[in-house]
């Protein structure tokens, strides 16, 4: 063989895993001159040599706990491979290994061996020797995932590391060598280990401050150490791991009743039903439970109005304040029950485990469209909000995977967009709420793959398949302050986008239909209102002619204002736009919630409030809804459909533009419009015909 000097080679494994014979036996293969073998029982023992290659020797009689230093090896982005040893023990009890996929699932090699007979040593032996002439041909760097609020302080550590290096010349040569993620996991995992690496730093004091705080805010959200959170994850990424390519015997009484739970949950054939009867229940749960405080702030919004109608002079101020300003945010803030409860059960199924399993089931799926699991967890994200769910999509190694997976995560029904549908499910469909409320996140699951199916046959994204580990971490107990912070985070975003977004465009929206006030229009509302007002002072009434005339005054106000506002600003933009969503069964009202959506979803729902003002001052947005000419529940539900799909809000575009392109945000924003328009009225139009 053809030999490098000064190479180091680590060996390491469990106890009794045969690591001594392991070297025994591969010593000879290699050259005495220019090879060191050593033997660690402690990865924590290894980075500190310096290492040119890492072997772990695995224990087939018992992988779960054999592997589990198996993830932090691969942080550590080394030439890393793995010996299977005792593998006759693992088939002798009618389990079976697939070695090729778990190679693929690790990305590094894997060997089965017999350290006592030699046997397949010489063939792992020419693995080493390629993989140090040629890293890329021998392995592929993968992350194993710690969870959300893990995964944040890791990226932030990282990047003071980064900083630090860039800052200080000594940091670099210091950190030579070093991944940079794997230091950080260890500065929250074990410090005092992770000091062998970084003594002679010069921003060790700010760096291990920095790593102190992040782990005490992590063990107060989580409830547990990190060194646990860590620990437990590695077990998940194994266990996703063997579940993919452990084959077991048809004898599971072994199993605990977690793992026989586990099994279920991940069934193919019964993971999809219990999956989707989870999502009906928090839907269900969500409409139900969120009903009562919702309409305890409408209340609450009608009362504020009627206080500031008798309170304020009549004029443009007093109209932007009502029906611009409490209308408008109303209508928007109206929904913050029904968020929270959202998030709350949502919180629970992350925390718990249960969304690592839902991913899990969605792997193969991800696989039939030419990705991989790991690029359903930014597409779950993506459901709270598709700017952050953008960014995670970071992790995906493979630039192609990546940039298919940020154009997929505009499908997904963002937070913004649930007041909308909240608003028209309830006035359309109060007898199939949750239903209504799923078919529109599965139809957005849908198109996402069939867009990935049709993007995956093009000259660009046209590659081989990589496969990646599921993780399948512990199922956790939630805690409530973790929960409670996740909530706080969404109601937090949710508050801030209404007291900046959404009041502006409420009272940009309010000022477009309240202006120009033509006097010729209402010319004659105005004389027999007067009039009206003439007969209650003049006094030769009785009081109900009084109240009849009070209620006269009303709906002549309101047929008045009515008048003007179909010559508004925004009455002439919206009968612009209707050559082109007339088809969508849209109305110029409907037009202009589908501009004003532009910036933020939530707006549509103040547009509306705006818009679709009560016919008298009992009734209610879904009653003043259900009787427009207009709406009905099928344009309702294309209307849903068009705000699921079209244009992404400005912040999502400028995060896919920042992170690919401005092609491919160029790209979003055309596609989007004209697939939300074409479905829509494929709704629209065969439902016309079918009803």
């Not at 002439?572 to 050559?579: A, D, F, K, L, N």
């Amino acid at each position: 063989m053809e030999t490098a000097k000064n190479t180091r080679i680590v060996v390491t494994g469990s106890a009794n895993s045969g690591k001594s014979a392991f070297c025994d036996c591969i010593r000879p293969l290699f050259p005495d001159n220019g090879f060191e073998w050593i033997e660690v029982s402690d990865p924590e023992d290894i980075l500190p040599l310096h290492p040119d290659a890492i072997v772990q020797v695995v224990d087939c009689r018992d992988l779960d706990e054999s592997m589990v230093i198996t993830p932090q090896l691969i942080d550590m982005h080394q030439n890393l491979a793995l010996a299977l040893n005792y593998y006759d023990k693992l088939t002798a009890t009618d389990h079976n290994l697939d070695t090729k996929q778990l190679s693929r699932l690790l990305g590094t090699p894997v060997h089965v061996i017999n350290a006592l007979t030699g046997s397949g040593i010489s063939e792992l032996a020419n693995t080493i020797e390629k993989s140090l002439h040629d890293h890329k041909q021998q392995s592929r760097h993968i992350h194993v995932e710690y969870g959300r609020d893990t995964e944040e302080a890791i990226l932030e550590l990282r990047h003071a590391l980064i900083d630090s290096r860039h800052k200080h010349p000594q940091s670099e040569e210091i950190l030579k060598g070093v991944s940079m993620r794997h230091l950080a996991i260890r500065l929250l995992e074990n410090p005092h280990r992770a000091m062998r690496l970084m003594q002679d730093l010069p921003d060790l004091e700010e760096i291990e401050k920095k790593a102190s705080l992040l782990r005490n805010k992590l063990e107060r959200e989580l409830g547990e150490s990190v060194a646990s959170i860590i620990h437990e994850n590695r077990h998940g990424f194994i266990h996703g791991a063997l579940e993919k390519t452990l084959h077991h015997s048809d004898d599971n009484s072994d199993h605990t009743t977690l793992e026989k739970i586990d099994s279920v949950l991940t069934n193919r054939w019964l993971g999809f039903p219990i999956l989707i009867g989870i999502l009906y229940l928090v839907f269900q749960c969500t409409f139900s439970l969120g009903s009562h405080p919702q309409q305890w702030i409408a209340n609450g919004i009608d009362l504020l109005c009627a206080w500031l109608s008798s309170s304020l002079p009549e004029g443009w101020f007093s109209s932007m304040l009502i029906d611009g300003v409490v209308q408008g945010v109303g209508a928007v803030i109206s929904f913050l029950p029904n968020i929270i409860i959202l998030f709350f059960f949502i919180s629970l199924m992350e925390d718990s485990g249960y969304m690592a399993r839902a991913a899990y089931l969605m792997d193969g799926i991800m696989h039939r469209v030419g990705l991989h699991g790991r690029s359903f967890i930014p597409m779950l994200i993506g459901f709270g909000c598709n700017v952050p769910a953008i960014m995670a999509a970071r992790s995906i190694n493979d630039p192609k995977d990546r940039t298919l997976t940020m154009l997929m995560i505009p499908f997904m029904s963002c937070s913004a967009r649930l007041p909308v549908y909240m608003l028209l499910v309830s006035a359309f469909f109060a007898r199939y709420q949750a239903l209504v409320m799923i078919s529109i996140y599965l139809v957005g699951i849908l198109l996402s793959i069939l867009f990935a199916l049709i993007m995956k046959r093009t000259r660009y994204f046209r590659k081989g398949d990589e496969d990646y580990v599921s993780e399948l971490p512990k199922f956790r107990r939630p805690t409530l302050r973790n929960t409670g912070l996740h909530i706080w985070e969404r109601v937090a975003d949710y508050l801030k986008k209404i007291s900046t977004v959404i009041l502006y465009a409420s009272i940009i929206i309010w000022a477009l239909y309240y202006f120009p006030r033509n006097e010729k229009l209402t010319e004659p509302y105005q004389r027999q209102i007067d009039q009206l007002y003439q007969v209650e002072v003049d006094g030769y009434i009785t009081s109900n002619d009084v109240q009849m005339a009070g209620r006269m005054i009303d709906s002549l106000s309101m047929e008045m204002d009515a008048v003007q506002k179909e010559h508004s600003v925004l009455a002439s933009i919206g009968r612009w736009m209707e050559p082109v969503m007339k088809p969508l069964g849209f109305d110029w009202k409907m037009n202009v919630c589908v501009l004003t959506g532009l910036p933020a979803k939530e707006a549509i729902v103040s547009t509306m409030g705006i818009l679709y003002r009560p016919t008298h001052p009992d009734a209610t947005l879904n009653e003043t809804l259900r009787q427009s000419q207009v709406f009905t529940p099928l344009s309702a539900y294309a209307f849903m459909v068009f705000v699921l799909l079209y244009f992404p809000c400005v912040a999502t575009v400028a995060t896919i533009r920042r992170e690919i392109g401005r092609g491919w945000a160029a790209f979003t924003v055309i596609h989007s419009l004209i697939l939300a328009w074409l479905m829509a009225f494929a709704i629209f139009q065969i439902g016309t015909m079918v009803m």
